[in-house]
Each structure stands twice: as structure tokens, then as C-alpha cells.
């Protein structure tokens, strides 16, 4: 079965307007600017430990914090695996402003 394509209104006149008052330099132009933070740095086993430790919580509160498994959590402090994506990120930031990870909770 097809899906049906939704059609988007076209309006041509409109679209010229816009172009020209573009080019002669009347059309307002927003930018918008966005900073893209640097790629979060490896964080070692004994860091992820002292980040846990100054929020608070056990190895299983902390897993359910960042929801992750509790495994994965154990084997970040114990150094078998490491974090990366999004749990790297998310690491970093518990590091930098625990506070938010604790109005989190």
C-alpha cells in the first residue's frame, strides 16, 4: 500500500516576494547561531567513581540515574568498558553541574 504524500501549499507569488525584497536587501534575514561544543574528552574509572560519589548515590542509583544498566555502570568504575555518546556527554556535564543531575532525580 502507497503512502499518500502530503501536499504543501505553494505559493509562488509569495515566494517572489520574499526573493526580491531578499535582494534588494529590504527582507529582514534572521541567523541564527549555534556553538557546537568540542567532543567530551575520555573520562577515566576512577573519575566516573568520584562523580557518583559526590552525587550521592550507590552503583545502582547511579545506573538508574543515567539510565543505563547496572552492569555497565560497574564496568565503567572498574574500568572493563568505557562510556561513550550520549553517556559520556551526560558524565561530563554530572561532572561539570551536578546540581542538574540531582534536580534531575
Do not use: C
Amino acid at each position: 500500500m502507497k503512502k499518500k504524500i502530503k501536499e504543501v501549499p505553494f505559493d509562488a507569488k509569495k515566494l517572489l516576494e520574499r526573493v526580491t525584497a531578499y535582494a534588494e536587501g529590504t527582507a529582514k534575514v534572521t541567523r541564527r547561531v549555534v556553538k557546537i561544543p568540542e567532543p567530551v574528552k575520555p573520562i577515566a574509572a576512577r573519575e566516573i567513581r568520584a562523580i557518583r560519589l559526590n552525587l550521592g548515590f550507590s552503583q545502582p542509583e547511579f545506573a538508574t540515574l543515567l539510565n543505563v544498566p547496572k552492569i555497565t555502570a560497574k564496568s565503567w568504575e572498574s574500568g572493563k568498558r568505557k562510556p561513550s555518546g550520549a553517556a559520556l556527554r551526560l558524565l561530563a556535564v554530572a561532572r561539570l553541574h551536578p546540581e542538574a543531575l540531582q534536580e534531575a532525580v
